[in-house]
Structure formats: structure tokens, C-alpha cells
């Protein structure tokens, strides 16, 4: 029996644009539906359980400051800094409802864009939120890192599997949830993870050995399929690691072991995934391949395009609080 359940499938259409190449990538809806990962190294697991015990060896050492921003006034917020990975001390804010009500906690990554919105997910009831803020970005800025800059971080040390950025950017998803375990434990173990683009990628590298998630959304997610992601032309983070690649192609050994479509193998829970036909920033290829390799109880809703947004299919978008509502509705 299949494990996956389509509630909206959009349109595969090419849509007004000005772009020099096709955000469809010429493909069909069944080979979009078909279109799994690519082969996995024989030490992908190792690599990745290895990172995540080193990573939980690290002491839980985080800090915590009473904010005030102009929103969701219904919530405290709290803005907190932990070490991860490297000891690099990561940002964050911590969102817990002001009537007291915390029945689950919720994980939320970000886009390539940073992040400096923490406006709470309204769909999500009765819930504490975490909102790292990973290396490199706001308030996670370190001059060690690029600052702000999605093409520059996608890259920074590409060329060592030990010392690639991303794999700092996973550790500090893992240590965000032990945060929020240990400063709202009412949270339980009820605990959630949603992510778009940057933050889909992420959250599937991370989900497949983080067991203490047990309902997740992907949209849109980046780093899947990596040997499609290089010979696509898109815009965005992807055509910087493209551009990389063309002067060190052998950055492709080490981008084997950042794929989240393999990660997304190893993901059991129940997933919510929205990947797009149309996307000229995220290839829709490699956001299937990591949709479609999900091991878990995938539920599928299909927008139109991805990264922007037309009139023609903008109720697609207008309809997702409503489908996040139900699936992250407490049984």
C-alpha cells in the first residue's frame, strides 16, 4: 500500500515570464512524480549519525532575554542563544502563549533570506515556537561566516565534507529542539518542524536523524538531487554551487553527502510536502526527489508555481493555512 496521499495537485503549465530557460524543465507530471533520489554513498548514515552524536555531545549552554516585538502580542518572546555545532554560538527566538496553553512545540527554519520576522504560525495551536537563525544570517551574523549572503554562504567551504557550512546549519536545527525541550518542557513530546526552500533542504537533512520531530512540512525543498541541481539553470543558491562546481568539479564527491533527497530516505514520520511544477530558484526536479523518497506518510499539495506567485493560482497559496491547520491539529 502507498504511503502517499495527494489532497491538491496544481496545474504544470509554463507561466508568463522573462526567464532564458524552462521552470519546468521540460518534465511531465509523471516523471515529476516518479523522479527519486540519486545513488547513496555507502557512509551517507554513518556520516550523518556520526555528526548528530558529536553534535549532542556538545553541553546545552544557552542564554535567554525577555523581548518586545510589535506583533503577536499574545505571546512572550524571548530572545536566546545556545552552542552548536563547532560551539558556534547560534540566535534565536522563542515565542510561548501568554495564556499558558502549550500542548506541543514547533521548529520553524528559514528561507536563504535570513530571517527577522518571527511572527507566529497561527495554523499551529497551542504551541511554543523556536526560530533559529542560522550561521551567517541576522542575528546569527560571525565574521567567520559570510553575513547575509545566500550565494556566498552555499559555497563557504564546499570543498571539505567535514567543514561545509550546511552541516553546521543541520546541527543547529538538532540543538534548537533541545532548547526548546529544555526552557518550555510542557512541549512534551509533541514536537513539529516546518521549513520552505533553504529551510525544506535543512529540514530534511536534519529529519532524518533527529527522532524527537514527529510531524514535519517541506516546501519547496532546496539541496535534493544534487547531479540534477548542477545541470539545472536556475537563479538563487543553486546556480552559485553551479557556478562553483564548473571551477571544482570535485566539490560533487562532497555534495553527495548534503543531499536531502537521500537524507529524505531516512525520514519516517508523517511529512506534509509542497513541492511546485514551476520554480526557477529551486529546480522542481530536485524538490520532488526529495518529496518522493520520504519514508513516512507523505501527504502531497501540489502549487503551480514555486517563488513566486501568479493571480491565476494564487487561492493555491491563499488555501494553505487551512491544510496546515488540519495537519498540525493535535489527535
Known sequence: MSNKTYIYTGELKHWPDNYDYDPTYGMSKEEFFNFGPPPEPEDFADFWQETYRLNSEIPLRYSVKKISLPYDNDYDKYEVYYDSWEHFRTGAVVCIPRNGIVKQGHIAGHGYGGRTNFSVDRAIRDAAFIYPVHRGFDMSKHGEFPENNSSKHVVHNIESRE???????????????????????????????????????????????????????LSVPTFGHHP????????????????????????????????????????????????????????????????????????????????????????????????????????
Open 163 to 217: 567543514d561545509y557550512i550546511i552541516r553546521g546549519c543541520v546541527a543547529e536545527m538538532w540543538t534548537a529542539v533541545s532548547v526548546l525541550l529544555d526552557f518550555v518542557p510542557e512541549v512534551g513530546e509533541t514536537i513539529s518542524y516546518s521549513g520552505g526552500s533553504f529551510g525544506g533542504g535543512i529540514g530534511a537533512l536534519a529529519l532524518a536523524w533527529e527522532k524527537r520531530v514527529k510531524k514535519a512540512k
Open 228 to 331: 540534477s541541481r548542477l545541470a539545472c539553470k536556475c537563479r538563487g543558491s543553486g546556480n552559485a554551487v553551479s557556478e562553483y562546481y564548473r571551477l571544482r568539479p570535485e566539490i560533487a564527491d562532497v555534495l553527495r553527502y548534503y543531499d536531502a533527497a537521500i537524507a529524505a530516505k531516512y525520514i519516517d514520520i508523517p511529512t506534509l510536502v509542497l513541492p511546485a511544477f514551476y520554480d526557477a530558484v529551486v529546480p522542481p526536479p530536485g524538490q520532488f526527489a526529495v518529496c518522493n523518497a520520504i519514508k513516512g506518510p507523505t501527504t502531497y499539495y501540489i502549487t503551480s508555481s514555486g517563488h513566486g506567485v501568479f493571480d491565476d493560482n494564487r487561492f493555491e497559496y491563499d488555501n494553505m493555512f487551512a491544510v496546515d491547520e488540519e495537519f498540525f491539529a493535535l489527535r
